[in-house]
Nanobody
């Protein structure tokens, strides 16, 4: 059974950090593009950071550059999103996604529609 399970969300103060995990089972993250998306209340799901397991290329949306790090552990078959200097605007449900067909991380992060596999999400709340 193909499954992605996110964890690591929670409540954090502005300026704080969180590390999200996405454990994959039933398939191998090798040869997949991996993405982290978020959805704030009343807003569309948007791509935050994407990583290609094919060539290691990474894409971050402008607001995440310099603050977020996307990575994966091949042995654990798990992807991560390290988030630093969090702001109120980072609040939302964070979803990880993986797709074996997508290639361009820029294009992949631009839309949630083409992705084949999704987790159920983990809530991140930035509040003082």
């Amino acid at each position: 059974q193909v499954q992605l399970v996110e964890s690591g969300g929670g409540l954090v103060q502005p300026g704080g950090s969180l590390r999200l995990s996405c454990a994959a089972s039933g398939f191998n993250l090798d040869y997949h593009v991996i993405g982290w998306f978020r959805q704030a209340p009343g807003k569309e799901r948007e791509g935050v950071s994407c990583l290609s397991s094919h060539d290691g290329t990474v894409y971050h949306r402008a607001s995440a550059k310099g603050r977020f790090i996307i990575s994966r552990d091949r042995v654990k078959n798990t992807a991560y999103l390290e988030m630093n200097s969090l702001t109120f605007e980072d609040t939302g449900v964070y979803y990880c996604a993986a797709d074996p067909v997508l290639r361009s991380v820029v294009g992949a992060c631009g839309s949630s529609r083409p992705w084949a596999n999704w987790g159920l999400g983990t809530q991140v709340t930035v509040s003082s």
